[in-house]
């Protein structure tokens, strides 16, 4: 017996339940290799056919002992019956019973005559056979007829499957019986019938229950496979080694490959990533110990085919009395990626809300600053142009424009952090932009502040155009370089860098790009650095690390970002402390050509001819401010204090050759609807608009009903000489 049973028992290969308490699951011992009631798997009797040949001493030792198997396990009333009814009875019988608990094959019975029978043995797809199993079966057949009575048996397999046959066949032959044994048997048969009728119908009343319980078995696997196969989850079945033993459909999708591929092959710890390897053991060791089976929840990142990495969530749980494991996954990926782009988003949105707010905020006080910074530019102008070439006040009042021009700045700083500025946008190269830059006072000054900083500019040659304002552009460079030249602690470089770029597939979010032909500007520095923590936040407004005053107003990189926004850009930060930084800006390119630049004019070429001129504003200052230059201009000025004047001088009848409306004015009527009721009265008026800052969406309706140029205050007296001039000859 210890040759039979080598290596099979308290084997943790072989697991077995316990039949008195079913949550016991323990390798096989002896005892219940012989016990009938336990079921092996077929690795299992493989093997031990193939330990009996060693034991059993015959030509055909698994023949011999397929036949003691039947000897020894027929009961008497078995035996009773099958002598008394014979060897169709029995194989009949034999038929029935494996159709009901045989799990590894079909049997097909059929009567050849009345002395020969024939047996065919349709085994399942993932059934392993070996000669001994067929020697084996071919011996408990062969005893099967013999226990009938029958005597001159012969019996011999005559197809395989081994040989590559559809089915295994075994064909058995026995001797006729004689006349007078046929004539005694059936007498036997007439005189018992009676007795053996409760013998009969107990036993096919067992049949009958142990049918229903067949077929409950096997309702309840069929819902319990369909369950698994058809969630919408990714189910693997796991043995007690993590071998990956079943899986379903929605495994295969979730990891690429093929069930064949998976299954008895893959561990479960070949498809989790290393990091996470440590977590994933110590649940699955968790989930292998509790009795109580009950699912836990885990996370990790799965190895896909072609090395791709997914974010799963699996909920793993022991499967009743087994070692067996379940796990179901969840693809998590795309939801993650919302959820972080949701974030970011969010992050994004609350920073731009914050700006906006801070920017309605800067908005007004710089409305306010443009009407008190125009006297202090536009006077001085007129003052300079009645004072002799040799007089000394021309020095201290050309001081006093120049401050006010630098105040003008600042103010166009806050409106750019507003995004109210409203400048007519026109084709402009980044090249040169950059190059005007390169050539001003401010990037002299610059040199001469940080005398070991080294600036080095790469162009790209054919550098696309794109639509936006020079000056903003201008000042948005400017600052990136100051920013870098402060970031320097003693010797250093700048790089500026220009290159055409193309977005092969929209990028979405907060700012959507669509696929296209972009100019990408990279300003990098070898300076100190920014801090992770402190990236977030370089484009609040007054938002610095250095010392406010010393290195500018606070507002330099809130303009940058101000800039790029307005030309519907995209502004990315690179920065490693103690390395660098790197500002890349992208702006959406055009094939539109350069426009020649404009020649300041002369004061002989913006001079009128007495034309009318009316002006409206609200602010008294600005009126007067107005109503100076254009009569040193030679025009013949009349102020109105609001829209609601201006209408009533037009409708009274009074022609004006242009009228100069203030777009925003806090009383009464603004300038697009003084225009639209001027137009009832004088379809044809002709005007431009003058404001400190307007919405685009007024300044534009305005321009569609006929008005003319836009002119930004603060006044100065080419700017406005030009606009007016430029109109009247229309």
């Known amino acids: ?89 029995l194989a009949r019988q034999a038929t029935k019973i494996n159709s009901r608990f045989n799990r590894t094959k079909q049997v097909f019975f059929n009567k050849l005559n009345r002395k020969a029978l024939a047996f065919q043995l349709r085994y399942y797809p993932e059934f392993k056979l070996t000669k001994d199993v067929c020697n084996w079966n071919l011996g408990i057949y062969t005893e099967m007829l013999h226990a009938s009575g029958v005597k001159g048996i012969r019996s011999e397999e005559v197809k395989c499957t081994l040989n590559g046959d559809e089915c295994c066949e075994f064909r058995l032959t026995w001797k006729k019986s004689g006349l007078v044994s046929r004539l005694v048997k059936g007498i036997s048969i007439w005189q018992v019938k009676n007795e053996v009728r409760d013998v009969i119908e107990e036993y096919e009343g067992s049949l009958r229950e142990r049918d229903r319980l067949i077929n409950e078995l096997s309702s309840s696997e069929d819902k319990y496979r369909s369950l698994f196969e058809n969630t919408a989850t990714a189910n693997a079945i796991l043995e007690s080694d993590l071998t990956i033993s079943q899986v379903n459909n929605g495994f295969v999708e979730l990891v690429g490959h093929e069930k064949s591929a998976i299954e008895n092959k893959w561990n479960f710890k070949t498809i989790v990533k290393p990091a996470d390897d440590m977590k994933v053991s110590s649940h699955l060791s968790e989930a292998t110990a509790n009795s109580s089976h009950l699912s836990k929840n885990l996370e990790f990142r799965l190895k896909a085919k072609n090395g791709f990495e997914k974010d799963v969530i699996c909920k793993v749980g022991r499967i009743p009395n087994s070692l067996k494991i379940i796990a179901s996954m969840i693809d998590v990926t795309e939801m993650k990626r919302v959820q972080q782009e949701r974030i970011e988003l969010k992050s994004k949105l609350v920073r731009s809300e914050k700006m906006e707010a801070l920017g309605l905020l800067a908005g007004g006080v710089a409305h306010d600053l443009n009407n008190v ?52 946008k026109e084709i402009a190269n980044l090249n040169d932009v950059i190059h005007d830059y390169l050539k001003s006072p401010e990037y002299e000054m610059m040199i001469a502040v940080h005398p070991g900083v080294d600036l080095k500019f790469e162009c790209e040659p054919d550098l696309f155009n794109i639509s936006g304002v020079p000056s903003n552009l201008n000042k948005a460079i400017m600052n990136l370089v100051t920013n870098a ?246």
């Open 1 to 89: 017996m210890s040759t039979v049973v080598n290596g099979l028992v308290d084997n943790p290969d072989y697991l077995i339940q316990d039949l008195t308490d079913p949550s016991r699951i323990t390798p096989i011992d002896q005892t219940q290799v012989v016990d009938v009631n336990y079921w092996v798997s077929n690795e299992f009797s493989i093997r031990l056919l193939h330990n009996v040949n060693k034991v059993v001493k015959a030509k055909n030792p698994l023949f011999e002992a397929g036949r003691g198997a039947v000897r020894e396990r027929l009961s008497k009333n078995a035996l009773f019956i099958g002598k008394l009814f014979g060897p169709v009875f």
């Open 373 to 424: 910074l125009s006297g202090i530019v536009s006077y001085p102008e007129l003052l300079l142009l009645d004072l002799p070439e040799d007089s000394h006040l021309r020095k201290p009042i050309q001081t006093i424009k120049e401050s006010g021009m630098k105040a003008a700045a600042i103010v166009q700083d806050l409106l750019t952090l507003a995004r109210r500025d409203v400048a007519v």
């Open 485 to 730: 030249a402060e970031a320097i602690k003693g010797n250093g470089v700048i790089h500026i860098t220009t290159k055409n770029d193309y977005l092969e597939h929209p990028v979405s979010g907060f700012d959507k790009f669509r696929e296209g032909e972009y100019v990408s500007v990279r300003v990098s520095d070898s300076g100190i650095g920014i801090p992770r923590k402190n990236i977030e936040r370089i484009f609040e407004p007054f938002y610095s690390k250095k010392v406010m005053g010393r290195s500018g107003t606070g507002l330099g990189m809130t303009v940058v970002w101000g800039a790029v926004k307005d030309h519907d850009g995209h502004i990315d930060v690179f920065s490693e402390e103690g390395k660098g930084t790197t500002f890349k800006l992208l702006f959406p390119a055009t094939r539109k050509g350069l426009k020649k630049k404009d020649v300041s004019p002369s004061l002989i070429e913006i001079m009128g001819n007495g034309e009318s001129v009316l002006v409206v504003d609200d602010v008294r200052e600005q009126r007067d401010l107005a109503s100076s230059i254009l009569k040193r201009l030679g025009y013949h000025v009349t102020v109105a204090s609001c829209g609601e004047e201006a209408v009533k001088w037009v409708g009274s009848g009074q022609d004006f050759d242009l009228v100069i409306l203030d777009m925003i004015m806090h009383d009464g009527i603004d300038g697009l609807e003084t225009y639209k009721q001027i137009r009832q009265f004088k379809p044809n008026q002709k005007a431009i608009i003058v404001s400190g800052f307007s919405e685009t969406g007024r300044v534009k309706g305005a321009q569609h009903l006929g008005a003319g140029a836009y002119v930004k205050k603060p006044y100065l007296l080419d700017r406005i000489g030009s606009a007016v001039k430029d109109e009247l000859r229309k």
